[in-house]
């Protein structure tokens, strides 16, 4: 199978923990730019990340201030990651495993370069089964005449 760097998404947003962001600042870089998730970096690496269902676990069910409580808090961390140049499979078998939607995706150097997701997976299997079908049908028609 493919590549993680030929189907993860390059639409990544990251936050410094260095300014302090607080839920709510995490939560309107989602709302801007139409994403689950945010990763946040110290020093420029990922140190964790907060998604849409860690501030609906963590502050409105639990009733906290987002604009208070530090996004730090409810970032979970250390960070499950795949890297770039790692199989799709192995990506879909540590999601599994370790129960997450999304993986942080890696180079060699350890910055992030992109968000490899369920979705992108089911994408990729979509169109191999689509391929598949339209190349069986093919011959199908073929071996028909």
Same mark, same amino acid.
């Given at each position: 199978?493919?590549?993680? %760097?030929? !189907? &993860? $998404?390059?639409g990544l947003q990251t936050a410094d923990l260095a300014s302090r962001p607080s839920v709510a600042d995490i939560a309107d870089i989602m709302l801007k730019n139409k994403i689950g998730s945010v990763i946040l970096l110290r020093s420029?690496?990922?140190?964790?990340?907060?998604?849409e269902r860690d501030i609906l676990r963590q502050i409105v069910l639990q009733k906290r201030n987002a604009g208070e409580t530090p996004? %730090?808090? !409810? &970032? $979970?961390?250390?960070?499950?990651t795949v890297q770039s140049y790692d199989s799709?499979?192995?990506a879909a078998e540590l999601m599994s495993k370790n129960k997450v939607k999304r993986l942080p995706v890696l180079e060699s150097d350890g910055s992030v370069v992109g968000m490899l997701s369920v979705t992108?997976?089911?994408?990729?299997?979509a169109k191999i089964l689509?391929?598949?079908?339209?190349?069986y049908g093919v011959l199908k028609a073929t071996?028909?005449?």
């Open positions: 199978m493919s590549a993680v %760097s030929e !189907i &993860m $998404s390059k420029g690496k990922p140190a964790g990340i907060v998604t996004a %730090s808090d !409810i &970032m $979970s961390s250390p960070l499950i799709v499979d192995t992108d997976i089911a994408k990729k299997l689509a391929d598949d079908y339209n190349r071996m028909d005449l």
